[in-house]
């Protein structure tokens, strides 16, 4: 019986703020695996030894060789760095463009509200990575098509919720009643908004970057993402896959890689969610 009251005791409960500091600091530790990595270890990722084909973990190589003698290390840094930036870069590129649209369609409302509301029920109506594959068509395997279409498919959610959010914001009375004393819209947008939304954008910048890390992975997995030898991950599983039997360590690594950095991110936005 006393071991059921200490079980369920405080002591024994994990919360969002376990959560949010677990997904932090893995995010920490491979943030500094993808940043660092590539500057410390002093192997070209590209760079072929034949000789030295699914060499195993250890020795010469720490954790291992691919089918072309490439290093595993040195290709999973510059991989997740590529996975950060590029996770990273769309979340801007969506976050930006969406809170401030969402920002101007709660502030504005009538016509302006539904031009975006128009564009946004357009751009949900097309599967995300078909509206990605639509602009990889007309260069495929480069970063600038991708980014883009990820950002396309990304931003709605940032508008929707921000605008939605704003509204009931500015619909309380202690707004009304900070207009009547005179404070301007940017004193309301800093004191009232902001705090409110601030902690939303978070959580969903964080399930941004764990989408356009899936995204990035999954196109260039079937081959109309980035393309080899780019150290992509998704693109190391399927080189490695054929060689499962052999080397089965070598393909998981960069799939590991893959659920670490998802992982790190949705534990970072249920913390902050809760």
């Known amino acids: 019986m006393s071991l059921l009251n200490d079980v369920s005791s405080p002591r024994f409960k994990t919360g969002p703020g376990a959560a949010r500091l677990t997904g932090a600091g893995l995010l920490i530790l491979l943030g500094a695996f993808a940043l660092i990595g590539p500057a410390v270890i002093p ?9 030295a084909s699914l060499a195993p973990i250890g020795g010469d190589y720490v954790l291992g060789a691919d089918h072309y003698g490439r290093s595993l290390l040195a290709r999973l840094a510059h991989g997740a760095r590529l996975s950060f930036g590029m996770a990273f870069l769309t979340m801007l590129a969506a976050a930006i463009p969406g809170v401030l649209l969402g920002l101007l369609a709660a502030r504005k409302g009538g016509w302006a509200e539904r031009g975006l509301e128009l564009v946004a029920t357009v751009v949900l109506a097309l599967p995300g990575l078909m509206l990605v594959l639509l602009l990889l068509a007309f260069s495929p395997g480069n970063y600038g098509p991708l980014f883009l279409g990820l950002a396309l498919t ?6 929707r919720v921000t605008k939605a959010t704003t509204k009931t914001v500015l619909a309380q009375p ?3 009643a900070a207009r009547m004393l005179g404070f301007g819209s940017s004193y309301i947008l800093t004191r009232y908004v902001l705090p409110v939304i601030a902690p939303m954008i978070a959580t969903l910048a964080a399930f941004a970057m764990a989408s356009a890390i899936i995204a990035v992975s999954t196109l260039s997995a079937i081959s109309v993402g980035l393309q080899p030898p780019t150290p992509e991950l998704g693109s190391m599983i399927v080189e490695l896959l054929p060689y499962y039997s052999e080397a089965p360590v070598h393909v998981l690594l960069p799939a590991g890689l893959i659920f670490l950095l998802v992982l790190g991110l949705q534990l970072l936005a249920q913390g902050e969610r809760a």
């Open 154 to 159: 990304l931003w709605v959610e940032f508008y």
């Open 43 to 51: 192997v070209d990722p590209s760079a072929q030894d034949f000789g």
């Open 174 to 176: 202690h707004i009304e």
